[in-house]
């Protein structure tokens, strides 16, 4: 059943959107044309799934690069302060046992990778609920190109404040688009990241306030999210909708 919204249950208390459009815009904000967002990517948001993929993608961020020196490490003599037997002491080995002050740390941290692997499948599902929130809370925006004439930070923000975007941005350029204007004028704003299309990742869209996709990278990746989706998912949904 449909509401009001041209959205539909799914019997678990979520809300599924048909098929939708978006206004494309160029820089300046003016309509162009429009977009069509398919259900099944702009659909249902799995927030744990969300969660999973950000813990996941921060944990390969950390560096691990912490370290402790043990006994074979730290600075030191190794040479036996006394004889074993005969002098009422207890005995020593060497002034880095980690029993003694400056000696050796026993059992700590050593450089390590945190990364683990996450299920492709997954990290799709989490980039379809990411696209689904940013266009819940109207904050995705699409434009024509990022076309630009000459290669300025000042003419990039002027054209971020005319799409009215929030304090920070996250830009989003087709895969093999080659638009060397648009990398360096945006790489010296504060706030404002570039990603190619099939590097976005649910953290970037949840970290920053507004997403803006050329038309190109938003189709491409659209049509690549829908051929991810499993197919009993997608021989319900079309169950229901008959």
């Known amino acids: 059943m449909k509401n009001r919204d041209g959205e539909r249950g799914t019997g678990n208390g979520k809300r599924v959107r048909d098929m939708a459009t978006i206004d494309v815009v160029n820089l300046s904000g003016e309509k162009v044309g429009t977009l069509e967002l398919a259900g099944e990517v702009f659909g249902a948001v799995n927030e744990d799934l969300l969660w999973e993929a950000v813990k996941a993608y921060r944990a390969a961020q950390h560096a691990g690069t912490h370290a402790t020196k043990n006994r074979k490490l730290v600075s030191g003599s190794g040479k036996k302060l006394w004889r ?86 996250l830009l989003v350029e087709a895969s093999k688009a080659d638009n060397r204007n648009l990398e360096l004028s945006s790489r010296n704003l504060a706030g404002v990241e570039l990603v190619r299309g099939h590097e976005v990742h649910p953290y970037h869209l949840l970290r920053y306030d507004s997403a803006v996709f050329s038309r190109l990278a938003l189709e491409r990746l659209q049509d690549s999210l829908k051929a991810s989706v499993p197919k009993r998912n997608h021989a319900g949904r079309t169950a229901e909708v008959a």
Do not use: C, M
């Open 84 to 169: 074993q037997k005969g002098t009422g002491r207890a005995r020593i080995g060497s002034v880095r046992s980690p029993l003694w002050r400056h000696g050796g740390t026993v059992h700590g941290p050593q450089p390590r990778s945190y990364a683990y692997d996450f299920p492709r499948k997954k990290l799709l599902g989490a980039l379809r609920s990411a696209l689904a929130v940013k266009l819940n809370e109207g904050k995705l925006t699409v434009v024509e190109n990022f076309t630009l004439g000459e290669i300025k930070s000042k003419g990039l923000r002027k054209a971020l404040d005319a799409l009215k975007v929030g304090k920070t941005a």
